[in-house]
């Protein structure tokens, strides 16, 4: 098990241009969620997928945001014509599907936007 | 929807001293409750879960208490060391049907005083 992993750990880029990030989850699991986290704060829930499907969307994922997960295992966020308040921790989790089942989450990707 | 208060903000504990974290939830129909400790700079970890048929959940020096009723669960550490700083978050939700949206409390940063 080597946990759930993020790519890039950070990424830096002006205004307006596009960013991916991917997450690898842990292998068996099916479910997979996108969190943002500002300093000092509690992660914010973006979506989630169940395999392939995207089950959930937050009202905070603007049209900018897009995320897939083609084949059910790794998942890609992409944020375009990026904004300063697009800055913050992009943290992906995984779990099992069913009640209950607790999210383990990757290190996070730091997006600084200049 | 669901709405999670975190108190305090910060907590300063003398090592060896007790440290206790406390949040309230808004949804009624929430059943499931995570704690998830997180480092500076590292993904946030789960420590401790309990789900809303049990009232109490021990692993060594970390318990969480639930009370339903009131809508409100704790966070207790004892015998606090100089590795339990960190922030300490909670987390709410319902599950069932294909919602699992975790709302998460604004944190608790602990401070253990040597």
């Known amino acids: 098990d080597t946990g759930v992993s993020q790519d890039p750990r950070h990424k830096i880029t002006k205004r307006g241009q596009n960013v991916t990030f991917r997450c690898d989850p842990i292998?068996?699991?099916?479910?997979l969620y996108w969190y943002r986290q500002t300093l000092g704060q509690g992660p914010e829930f973006l979506t989630y997928?169940?395999?392939?499907?995207?089950?959930?969307k937050s009202r905070l994922l603007s049209d900018r945001f897009s995320a897939e997960r083609p084949k059910g295992s790794f998942s890609t966020l992409e944020i375009q014509r990026t904004e300063q308040g697009d800055s913050a921790m992009y943290l992906c989790?995984?779990?099992?599907?069913?009640?209950?089942?607790?999210?383990?989450f990757g290190d996070g990707t730091r997006l600084s936007i200049l | 929807g669901e709405n999670v208060e975190q108190h305090p903000s910060t907590l300063s504990v003398q090592e060896g001293d007790s440290a206790v974290i406390k949040c309230t939830y808004s949804?009624?129909?929430?059943?499931?409750f995570p704690w998830y400790k997180q480092e500076l700079g590292k993904r946030p970890q789960l420590i401790i879960d309990?789900?809303?048929n049990v009232g109490e959940k021990k692993d060594q020096r970390i318990a969480v208490t639930l009370n339903k009723t009131a809508k409100h669960f704790s966070l207790h550490i004892t015998e606090t060391q100089p590795e339990d700083s960190a922030v300490y978050f909670c987390?709410?939700?319902?599950?069932?049907?294909?919602?699992?949206?975790?709302?998460w409390g604004a944190g608790t940063k602990l401070i253990i005083k040597p």
């Open positions: 989790a995984s779990s099992f599907s069913g009640g209950g089942q607790p999210q383990h």
């Open positions: 292998s068996e699991h099916n479910r």
């Open positions: 997928f169940q395999n392939e499907a995207q089950l959930e």
């Open positions: 949804d009624s129909a929430s059943n499931y």
């Open positions: 309990i789900r809303s």
């Open positions: 987390a709410a939700t319902h599950f069932g049907d294909s919602n699992y949206q975790l709302i």
